[in-house]
């Protein structure tokens, strides 16, 4: 099973909404990813969870708020975003952040949650 | 500099033709290499790990060379359904970090 699922699909909140994005993966992986991308362009990083520690958040706003409620969840939390957030959040897993070696190195992806902020 | 570059193309290629995309990195410290292709509005998927010695799986072929920092992916008989972007990842660097880095992409459209 190298399945990672998000939920939802699809998301339309106003700019005064609370809302969250869901991501779960059972592969035992110990890192998960949160990307933001937006059309024609590549994922960009926005938070690493290793070992459900927060390790890296690239500087992202704190209207976003991740969360890692253990090692197969994470949770991106959402509250007063505005029109220029609106993109392609995916959510990511690999065996390790850091590990030592090169094997099973890669990340898997979710489907994604296609977010529109009105 | 971006970390990994890419050609971003499009590559307009006829079916049955082979097509060839390379991929620069700047840091030599990488460890870990991978093609993922990405269809219009769905996630990255894994295509292929990039290994020293080559790697070829059916159709595709996929190299690494760590001297000139550069990997590609060469894809034979290219089919409608290859039509994609293909994105280069690239993990491994100070402190072992494997954290994905992505180039730009690589659009490629297979036409009858």
């Known amino acids: 099973d190298t399945e990672v699922t998000q939920t939802p699909k699809h998301l339309v909140m106003g700019m005064t909404n609370k809302k969250s994005l869901k991501c779960e993966q059972h592969m035992g992986h110990r890192a998960m990813y949160w990307y933001k991308q937006k059309a024609k362009k590549p994922p960009e990083l926005m938070f690493v969870?290793?070992?459900?520690?927060?390790?890296i958040n690239e500087s992202v706003p704190s209207r976003f708020s991740p969360e890692c409620p253990n090692s197969s969840l994470l949770n991106l939390h959402l509250h007063a975003l505005q029109p220029e957030d609106s993109a392609l959040y995916l959510c990511?897993?690999?065996?390790?952040?850091?590990?030592?070696?090169?094997?099973?190195?890669?990340?898997?992806f979710g489907q994604g949650t296609r977010l529109t902020v009105v | 500099r971006k970390e990994v570059e890419q050609d971003p193309g499009p590559f307009n290629v006829p079916e049955g033709a082979t097509v060839a995309f390379n991929c620069t990195y700047s840091?030599?410290?990488?460890?870990?290499f991978f093609w993922y292709r990405q269809d219009c509005r769905k996630e990255p998927k894994l295509l292929m790990s990039v290994y020293s010695s080559g790697n070829e799986d059916g159709r595709f072929t996929a190299q690494l060379n760590r001297a000139s920092q550069y990997i590609s992916l060469l894809i034979r008989d290219s089919k409608l359904s290859d039509s994609a972007t293909y994105l280069c990842v690239v993990t491994g660097g100070e402190g072992g970090s494997y954290i994905p880095t992505f180039g730009r992409g690589t659009s490629l459209i297979v036409h009858p």
């Open positions: 840091n030599s410290a990488s460890q870990s």
């Open positions: 969870y290793s070992y459900e520690k927060l390790s």
């Open positions: 990511a897993s690999s065996q390790d952040s850091h590990r030592i070696g090169t094997e099973n190195t890669e990340a898997f």
